[in-house]
T-cell receptor, first 112, second 115 residues
Framework: QKEVEQNSGPLSVPEGAIASLNCTYS??????FFWYRQYSGKSPELIMS????GDKEDGRFTAQLNKASQYVSLLIRDSQPSDSATYLC????????????FGTGTQLKVEL | DAGITQSPRHKVTETGTPVTLRCHQT?????MYWYRQDPGHGLRLIHY???????DKGEVSDGYSVSRSKTEDFLLTLESATSSQTSVYFC??????????????FGPGTRLTVL
């Protein structure tokens, strides 16, 4: 079982819709969770971090964490073509210190 | 890119040759990391550093070595490059004020091809 799992996609949504990206993790003791956006041929860019259960909002982005169910999600409201990218979920597992474990990413396509 | 540069940005080399990649930061962050990214595998940690001369292995460290003689520079060396080391290599940095809040910021990457 992979430590951090994401559906590879592609996830296609129409412009203006809400895109929902999901990530599950295997280590119940994980404490810190991150979402990165990566455009094709570019480096990962941190867009959200979340550390406690519940929702965290930043502009059009909302991260949701449910530690009991071991999932973290990213909602993108009013999706734009410029949101088309691969979204990487990353977790610090128990005893991981300062090391992140990444999922393989979900490709998002926002269609006109 | 959060004050991180990587050099070279692209490199083609032959099997068996040594290769050194450089990561340079201007943020004075304590932690530095080297990852490789391959289709189907995502980002995998090669080595990391938690201070000058302090380094440790990551998930895929075989065939790689690192050095950090200054806060701002972290070098990744492929002792004898193999075709399986063809990949995109990313450096990342983190202030890591608290190990629970380890936000990492990535450099632009180096595309390495080993023929």
């Amino acid at each position: 079982q992979k430590e951090v799992e994401q559906n590879s996609g592609p996830l296609s949504v129409p412009e203006g819709a809400i895109a929902s990206l999901n990530c599950t993790y295997s280590d119940r003791g994980s404490q810190s969770f991150f979402w990165y956006r990566q455009y094709s041929g570019k480096s990962p860019e941190l867009i959200m971090s979340i550390y406690s259960n519940g929702d965290k909002e930043d502009g059009r982005f909302t991260a949701q964490l449910n530690k009991a169910s071991q999932y973290v999600s990213l909602l993108i409201r009013d999706s734009q073509p410029s949101d088309s990218a691969t979204y990487l979920c990353a977790v610090i597992p128990t005893g991981g210190g300062n090391k992140l474990t990444f999922g393989t990413g979900t490709q998002l396509k926002v269609e006109l | 890119d959060a004050g991180i540069t990587q050099s070279p940005r692209h490199k083609v080399t032959e099997t068996g040759t040594p290769v050194t990649l450089r990561c340079h930061q201007t943020e004075n962050h304590r932690y530095m990391y080297w990852y490789r990214q391959d289709p189907g595998h995502g980002l995998r940690l090669i080595h990391y550093s938690y201070g000058v001369k302090d380094t440790d292995k990551g998930e895929v460290s075989d065939g790689y070595s690192v050095s950090r003689s200054k806060t701002e520079d972290f070098l990744l060396t492929l002792e004898s490059a193999t075709s399986s080391q063809t990949s995109v290599y990313f450096c990342a940095i983190s202030p890591a004020r608290d190990s629970s809040y380890n936000e990492q910021f990535f450099g632009p990457g180096t595309r390495l091809t080993v023929l």
